[in-house]
């Protein structure tokens, strides 16, 4: 499957915006998906991460409660609603596959493919 990224942009702190993950290929709805940041200097991290029906979300400490992952497979595209928004969570955001399953969702090793990366950038 292939992936690409959209969305990102320059935000105020406190701003929301949304990045949308488009699949080509028939056989998005088989993986988990996530989304992965990686900041200027910092290694890429896990962000939030949705089952393939979409029934089951997690998210990482520092986005809970502020950003919401979601999924449509009818039109092969994931969601990342970014609210809230802190100049910390400026980075690189990536959209990840993971055909293994759930168990891997915070495991970036275990993704088999990745969008180009889109920047979102937060001024305070």
């Known amino acids: 499957v292939q992936l690409q990224a959209f969305g990102g942009g320059l935000v105020q702190a406190g701003e929301s915006t949304r990045l949308s993950c488009a699949a080509s290929g028939r056989t998005f709805g088989s993986y988990t998906m996530g989304w992965f940041r990686q900041a200027p200097g910092k290694e890429r991290v896990f962000v939030a991460g949705?089952?393939?029906?979409?029934?089951?979300?997690i998210y990482a400490y520092s986005v809970e409660g502020r950003f919401t992952i979601s999924r449509d497979n009818g039109a092969s595209t994931m969601y990342l609603q970014m609210n809230s928004l802190k100049p910390e969570d400026t980075a690189v955001y990536y959209c990840g596959a993971v055909p293994d399953g759930w168990r891997w969702v915070k495991v970036r090793s275990k993704y088999r493919f990745w969008g180009q990366g889109t920047l979102v950038t937060v001024s305070s």
């Open positions: 949705i089952d393939e029906s979409g029934a089951l979300t």
